[in-house]
T-cell receptor, first 115, second 110 residues
Framework: GENVEQHPSTLSVQEGDSAVIKCTYS??????FPWYKQELGKRPQLIID?????GEKKDQRIAVTLNKTAKHFSLHITETQPEDSAVYFC??????????????FGAGTQVVVTP | NAGVTQTPKFQVLKTGQSMTLQCAQD?????MYWYRQDPGMGLRLIYY???????DKGEVPNGYNVSRLNKREFSLRLESAAPSQTSVYFC?????????FGQGTRLTVV
Protein backbone atom coordinates (compact mmCIF):
# COMPACT_ATOMS: atom_id res chain seq x y z
CA GLY A 1 0.00 0.00 0.00
CA GLU A 2 0.84 3.66 -0.09
CA ASN A 3 3.23 5.18 2.43
CA VAL A 4 3.65 8.94 2.78
CA GLU A 5 6.51 10.49 4.72
CA GLN A 6 6.46 14.17 5.65
CA HIS A 7 9.35 16.38 6.74
CA PRO A 8 10.07 18.29 8.84
CA SER A 9 7.81 17.50 11.79
CA THR A 10 8.21 21.05 13.11
CA LEU A 11 9.20 24.25 11.34
CA SER A 12 9.83 27.65 12.88
CA VAL A 13 10.09 30.65 10.59
CA GLN A 14 10.29 34.39 10.98
CA GLU A 15 7.36 36.37 9.68
CA GLY A 16 7.99 37.25 6.06
CA ASP A 17 10.28 34.30 5.39
CA SER A 18 9.35 31.27 3.27
CA ALA A 19 8.40 27.83 4.54
CA VAL A 20 8.84 24.57 2.65
CA ILE A 21 7.40 21.19 3.61
CA LYS A 22 8.27 18.06 1.68
CA CYS A 23 6.47 14.76 1.30
CA THR A 24 7.56 11.56 -0.36
CA TYR A 25 5.26 8.73 -1.41
CA SER A 26 5.82 5.13 -2.34
CA UNK A 27 3.00 4.18 -4.72
CA UNK A 28 3.89 5.24 -8.26
CA UNK A 29 0.18 4.93 -9.19
CA UNK A 30 -0.78 7.79 -6.86
CA UNK A 31 -2.08 10.70 -8.89
CA UNK A 32 -3.74 13.14 -6.50
CA PHE A 33 -1.85 15.10 -3.83
CA PRO A 34 -3.71 17.49 -1.51
CA TRP A 35 -2.45 19.67 1.32
CA TYR A 36 -4.55 20.38 4.41
CA LYS A 37 -4.13 23.04 7.09
CA GLN A 38 -5.35 22.36 10.60
CA GLU A 39 -5.44 25.11 13.21
CA LEU A 40 -5.43 24.13 16.86
CA GLY A 41 -8.70 22.46 17.83
CA LYS A 42 -10.18 22.88 14.36
CA ARG A 43 -10.93 20.62 11.44
CA PRO A 44 -8.46 20.07 8.57
CA GLN A 45 -9.16 22.30 5.60
CA LEU A 46 -7.95 21.83 2.04
CA ILE A 47 -5.63 24.65 1.00
CA ILE A 48 -4.26 23.42 -2.32
CA ASP A 49 -4.04 20.23 -4.34
CA UNK A 50 -2.29 18.97 -7.42
CA UNK A 51 -2.95 16.17 -9.84
CA UNK A 52 -0.26 14.19 -11.58
CA UNK A 53 -0.72 15.79 -14.96
CA UNK A 54 0.80 19.08 -13.74
CA GLY A 55 4.12 19.87 -12.09
CA GLU A 56 3.27 23.03 -10.18
CA LYS A 57 0.25 24.92 -8.96
CA LYS A 58 0.05 28.31 -7.26
CA ASP A 59 -2.61 30.09 -5.26
CA GLN A 60 -1.51 33.49 -3.96
CA ARG A 61 1.20 32.84 -1.33
CA ILE A 62 1.07 29.06 -1.49
CA ALA A 63 2.34 26.72 -4.16
CA VAL A 64 2.76 22.99 -4.57
CA THR A 65 5.33 21.27 -6.76
CA LEU A 66 5.28 17.64 -7.84
CA ASN A 67 8.14 15.48 -9.04
CA LYS A 68 6.64 12.17 -10.16
CA THR A 69 9.97 10.67 -11.11
CA ALA A 70 11.36 11.17 -7.62
CA LYS A 71 7.95 10.59 -6.03
CA HIS A 72 7.92 13.69 -3.92
CA PHE A 73 5.85 16.84 -3.66
CA SER A 74 6.32 20.01 -1.66
CA LEU A 75 4.32 22.86 -0.20
CA HIS A 76 5.81 26.33 -0.41
CA ILE A 77 4.47 29.25 1.62
CA THR A 78 5.96 32.64 0.82
CA GLU A 79 5.84 35.83 2.90
CA THR A 80 4.66 33.90 5.94
CA GLN A 81 2.28 35.56 8.37
CA PRO A 82 1.32 34.65 11.96
CA GLU A 83 -2.01 33.27 10.72
CA ASP A 84 -0.06 30.65 8.75
CA SER A 85 0.81 29.00 12.08
CA ALA A 86 -0.89 25.59 12.03
CA VAL A 87 -0.29 21.91 11.35
CA TYR A 88 -0.04 21.06 7.67
CA PHE A 89 -0.75 17.59 6.30
CA CYS A 90 0.08 16.19 2.91
CA UNK A 91 -1.75 13.21 1.44
CA UNK A 92 -1.65 10.95 -1.58
CA UNK A 93 -4.30 8.93 -3.33
CA UNK A 94 -4.97 7.14 -6.54
CA UNK A 95 -8.38 7.16 -8.09
CA UNK A 96 -8.48 3.66 -9.43
CA UNK A 97 -11.65 1.63 -8.91
CA UNK A 98 -10.11 -0.66 -6.29
CA UNK A 99 -8.72 2.12 -4.12
CA UNK A 100 -10.86 5.11 -4.93
CA UNK A 101 -10.58 7.76 -2.27
CA UNK A 102 -8.21 5.81 -0.04
CA UNK A 103 -5.95 8.55 1.20
CA UNK A 104 -2.67 8.06 2.97
CA PHE A 105 -1.76 11.10 5.04
CA GLY A 106 1.63 12.29 6.19
CA ALA A 107 2.22 12.69 9.94
CA GLY A 108 1.97 16.48 9.77
CA THR A 109 4.24 19.50 10.12
CA GLN A 110 3.77 22.01 12.93
CA VAL A 111 4.55 25.43 11.46
CA VAL A 112 5.18 28.30 13.86
CA VAL A 113 5.53 31.81 12.43
CA THR A 114 7.08 34.24 14.87
CA PRO A 115 6.54 37.98 14.46
CA ASN B 1 -25.50 25.09 4.03
CA ALA B 2 -23.87 23.49 7.08
CA GLY B 3 -21.35 21.29 5.18
CA VAL B 4 -20.39 18.24 7.26
CA THR B 5 -21.89 17.95 10.74
CA GLN B 6 -20.76 15.46 13.39
CA THR B 7 -22.30 14.60 16.72
CA PRO B 8 -21.33 14.48 19.51
CA LYS B 9 -18.35 16.85 19.84
CA PHE B 10 -17.07 15.20 23.01
CA GLN B 11 -17.69 11.80 24.58
CA VAL B 12 -16.27 9.80 27.46
CA LEU B 13 -16.90 6.05 27.46
CA LYS B 14 -16.03 3.27 29.81
CA THR B 15 -14.18 0.26 28.44
CA GLY B 16 -16.68 -2.14 26.90
CA GLN B 17 -19.41 0.42 26.28
CA SER B 18 -20.78 0.99 22.81
CA MET B 19 -21.66 4.14 20.96
CA THR B 20 -22.41 5.52 17.51
CA LEU B 21 -20.87 8.65 16.03
CA GLN B 22 -23.19 10.41 13.65
CA CYS B 23 -22.21 12.29 10.50
CA ALA B 24 -24.34 14.11 7.95
CA GLN B 25 -23.47 16.22 4.90
CA ASP B 26 -25.65 18.54 2.88
CA UNK B 27 -23.37 18.96 -0.15
CA UNK B 28 -24.86 16.06 -2.13
CA UNK B 29 -21.49 14.28 -2.17
CA UNK B 30 -21.38 10.61 -3.08
CA UNK B 31 -18.30 9.70 -1.02
CA MET B 32 -17.93 9.82 2.74
CA TYR B 33 -15.14 8.83 5.12
CA TRP B 34 -14.28 8.24 8.73
CA TYR B 35 -10.78 9.04 9.99
CA ARG B 36 -9.10 8.97 13.35
CA GLN B 37 -6.39 11.41 14.34
CA ASP B 38 -3.78 10.56 16.93
CA PRO B 39 -0.82 12.73 17.97
CA GLY B 40 2.11 12.40 15.58
CA MET B 41 0.26 10.03 13.26
CA GLY B 42 -1.73 12.25 10.96
CA LEU B 43 -5.14 11.07 9.81
CA ARG B 44 -5.80 7.39 9.33
CA LEU B 45 -8.72 6.09 7.31
CA ILE B 46 -11.07 3.79 9.23
CA TYR B 47 -13.83 3.17 6.67
CA TYR B 48 -15.12 4.85 3.61
CA UNK B 49 -18.21 4.79 1.42
CA UNK B 50 -17.70 5.54 -2.25
CA UNK B 51 -21.43 5.85 -2.82
CA UNK B 52 -24.75 5.22 -1.13
CA UNK B 53 -25.10 1.53 -0.35
CA UNK B 54 -21.39 0.69 -0.38
CA UNK B 55 -18.77 0.68 2.36
CA ASP B 56 -15.19 -0.52 2.47
CA LYS B 57 -12.41 -0.88 5.00
CA GLY B 58 -9.62 1.61 5.28
CA GLU B 59 -6.28 1.36 7.04
CA VAL B 60 -7.50 0.79 10.63
CA PRO B 61 -11.00 -0.80 10.58
CA ASN B 62 -10.68 -3.23 13.52
CA GLY B 63 -13.11 -2.51 16.34
CA TYR B 64 -15.40 -0.36 14.18
CA ASN B 65 -18.46 -0.77 12.01
CA VAL B 66 -20.15 1.71 9.70
CA SER B 67 -23.52 2.29 8.13
CA ARG B 68 -24.26 4.42 5.09
CA LEU B 69 -27.84 5.15 6.02
CA ASN B 70 -28.56 7.24 2.92
CA LYS B 71 -26.65 9.66 0.72
CA ARG B 72 -26.43 12.25 3.51
CA GLU B 73 -25.57 10.13 6.55
CA PHE B 74 -22.64 7.90 7.43
CA SER B 75 -22.35 6.59 10.99
CA LEU B 76 -19.46 4.95 12.84
CA ARG B 77 -20.12 2.43 15.61
CA LEU B 78 -17.84 1.22 18.36
CA GLU B 79 -19.34 -2.04 19.63
CA SER B 80 -17.04 -2.50 22.64
CA ALA B 81 -14.87 0.52 23.28
CA ALA B 82 -11.21 0.06 24.24
CA PRO B 83 -8.70 2.61 25.58
CA SER B 84 -6.79 2.28 22.27
CA GLN B 85 -9.79 3.90 20.58
CA THR B 86 -9.22 7.16 22.45
CA SER B 87 -8.76 9.61 19.63
CA VAL B 88 -10.26 12.48 17.66
CA TYR B 89 -12.59 11.20 14.96
CA PHE B 90 -13.31 13.13 11.78
CA CYS B 91 -15.99 12.47 9.25
CA UNK B 92 -15.52 13.83 5.73
CA UNK B 93 -17.30 13.91 2.43
CA UNK B 94 -15.66 14.51 -0.90
CA UNK B 95 -16.18 15.76 -4.40
CA UNK B 96 -13.52 14.89 -6.97
CA UNK B 97 -11.39 13.56 -4.09
CA UNK B 98 -11.41 16.93 -2.28
CA UNK B 99 -12.27 16.14 1.34
CA UNK B 100 -14.49 18.41 3.44
CA PHE B 101 -14.23 17.58 7.12
CA GLY B 102 -16.63 17.76 10.01
CA GLN B 103 -15.64 19.50 13.25
CA GLY B 104 -14.49 16.29 14.89
CA THR B 105 -15.47 14.17 17.90
CA ARG B 106 -13.03 13.91 20.78
CA LEU B 107 -13.54 10.45 22.28
CA THR B 108 -11.95 9.27 25.51
CA VAL B 109 -12.23 5.66 26.62
CA VAL B 110 -11.40 5.06 30.27
Amino acid sequence: GENVEQHPSTLSVQEGDSAVIKCTYSDSASNYFPWYKQELGKRPQLIIDIRSNVGEKKDQRIAVTLNKTAKHFSLHITETQPEDSAVYFCAASRNLADSWGKFQFGAGTQVVVTP
Amino acid sequence: NAGVTQTPKFQVLKTGQSMTLQCAQDMNHNSMYWYRQDPGMGLRLIYYSASEGTTDKGEVPNGYNVSRLNKREFSLRLESAAPSQTSVYFCASSEALRNFFGQGTRLTVV
